[in-house]
């Protein structure tokens, strides 16, 4: 067998690497990566259900592939990820060309359908998915995504991962250590532990590990000169966490730390269980403890009940807390969610106004920190080419700021010191030292 598989991708981190694992089966079964879906004899696309604008641009990719699948009837597809989960065989309705829909924690049942059983779905609940070992097909030899763990129990009100993604489960210690080590083995360098909400890892297993347990342990293996993490819940931030992130010089400076919105108030109706002033007193802790740390935040702007003063409040905690860098969206409405009941939503006109005045004073704020690191000498782990400029290369600072500079292919996995010497709004412009 010599067919052609294409897997295309929407949503966040998780979802990327879910693609590698699907890749990794395919790989597997003897097939073949394709240039695109035109030359592909079976199509998986992953999706993402987060907002609305996500399920759009499934309907748009799902739509052009009735097309391919009227001229080439022997076209094999099946639809994963999020939506796949959360609408299930109705796709099959709206969609009769689709032959497979599966979820994220089916990931290991696709086997089936490419061996060819009769089968048409797997959206199962599949207790066991976190002790299976998948095959994955990276993208990269430099930095890897390693999942620690599946699922989020923490059912913030607009959030649709939990009936999703399921419940939470951590993967064994063992099997962890064990990828990380042969990553290592193979020559990557970087390690980004994933989950929805990595500083609960072990809080559900019968293992005595925490997330910083884990974290040394994977410190400790040779070869790994960079550990990152994504994605932590403000609340689980502990003392023992940040002191792990200061003690483990393989620990980068940067964490992501989604607020999602300044007013005590709306994180109230949100059930984020933390107030603005228990968030601010962490990021406190934080910036005491490693004063070079790197703060990125995710914001939601327009959830229902947020008036003029709780938009302020935002405002003034992008001000006050001075992040890196931040993701910033509109409220959506999302299936089976708390927050589709409560009252006052926002209309879309003052959504978007206040998603524009969110983006205008972080870019003044964003681009204000990279100039301040014109000038200084970091440590970047080059990635690879650059996708705008083939003649340069381009890697990452320790608090996972872009920098693109010239240098040789020979770099590419290496740690190297360069000089900032233009700061630009999402990237830094560097040489060689
Ligand atoms: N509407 C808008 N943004 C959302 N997010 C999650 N659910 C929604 C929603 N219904 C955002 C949050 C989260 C990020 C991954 O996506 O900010 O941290
Ligand atoms: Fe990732 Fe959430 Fe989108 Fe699922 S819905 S792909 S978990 S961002």
């Not at 048409?120 to 620690?148: C, F, M």
């Not at 996708?387 to 990452?396: N, Q, V």
């Given at each position: ?15 990327v ?18 240039e695109?879906?035109?030359d592909?004899d ?15 641009k ?12 009227k ?20 796709l ?9 829909v599966?979820?994220p924690?089916?990931?290991?049942n ?57 419940r ?9 250590l ?8 193979e020559?990557?360098?970087?390690v ?29 293996i ?15 931030i ?34 984020r269980?933390y ?28 959830f229902?009940?947020e ?41 879309e006109?003052?959504?978007s ?8 004073l972080?870019?003044?704020i964003?681009?204000?920190k990279?100039?301040?690191l ?7 782990l080059?990635e ?22 010239h ?5 590419i ?8 010497l ?7 412009y560097?040489?060689?030292?």
């Amino acid at each position: 067998m010599n067919k052609k598989y294409f897997v295309w991708t929407s949503g966040c981190q998780m979802n990327v690497h879910d693609s590698e694992k699907i890749a990794g089966i395919f790989t597997e079964t003897g097939h073949h990566k394709a240039e695109g879906s035109d030359d592909a004899d079976v199509i998986v696309l992953n999706t993402c259900s987060i907002r609305e604008k996500a399920e759009q641009k499934f309907y748009s990719e799902i739509g052009r592939l009735k097309k391919l699948k009227k001229h080439n009837p022997g076209l094999k597809i099946a639809v994963a990820g999020c939506i796949a989960q959360q609408k299930g065989e109705t796709l099959f309705k709206r969609f009769p060309y689709v032959d497979f829909v599966f979820g994220p924690n089916n990931i290991d049942n696709m086997q089936k359908w490419i061996d060819g059983n009769n089968v048409n779905t797997a959206l199962e609940d599949n207790p066991d998915y976190h002790t299976k070992i998948l095959p994955v097909r990276r993208e990269g030899q430099v930095r890897a995504w390693v999942s620690i763990m599946y699922g989020c129990d923490n059912f913030c009100s607009y959030c649709v991962v939990p009936y999703t993604r399921g419940r939470e489960r951590s993967r064994a210690s063992t099997d962890i250590l064990s990828e990380v080590e042969s990553l290592a083995e193979e020559g990557f360098k970087e390690v980004i532990l994933l989950g929805q909400n990595v500083n609960s890892y072990g809080n559900k297993s019968s293992e005595d590990i925490d997330f910083p347990g884990l974290l040394q342990k994977i410190h400790d293996i040779n070869g790994i000169q960079r550990v990152r993490f994504v994605t932590s819940h403000p609340r689980d931030i502990s003392g023992r966490l940040i002191r792990a992130m200061k003690d483990q010089p393989k620990v980068c400076e940067h964490v992501h730390l989604p607020v999602q919105s300044g007013s005590s108030k709306i994180l109230g109706l949100m059930n984020r269980r933390y107030t603005y002033k228990e968030y601010k007193e962490k990021i406190d802790i934080l910036r005491k403890t490693i004063p070079e740390i790197a703060i990125t935040t995710d914001i939601i702007v327009g959830f229902p009940g947020e008036k003029e003063e709780d938009f302020q409040c935002t405002i003034n905690a992008l001000s006050e807390i001075d992040y890196d860098g931040i993701f910033a969206f509109k409220y959506s409405k999302r299936p089976d969610t708390k927050a589709l009941e409560l009252p006052d939503h926002i209309d879309e006109r003052t959504k978007s106004d206040r998603l524009s005045k969110v983006l205008e004073l972080q870019e003044g704020i964003t681009y204000k920190k990279n100039k301040r690191l014109e000038g200084n000498i970091l440590e970047i782990l080059v990635e690879g080419e650059s996708e705008t400029d083939p003649e340069r290369l381009t890697g990452r600072t320790r608090s996972n700021k872009i920098v693109n500079f010239h240098g040789d292919k020979k770099d590419i996995g290496e740690l190297l010191k360069v000089r900032i010497l233009e700061a630009k709004q999402h990237s830094l412009y560097g040489e060689k030292v």
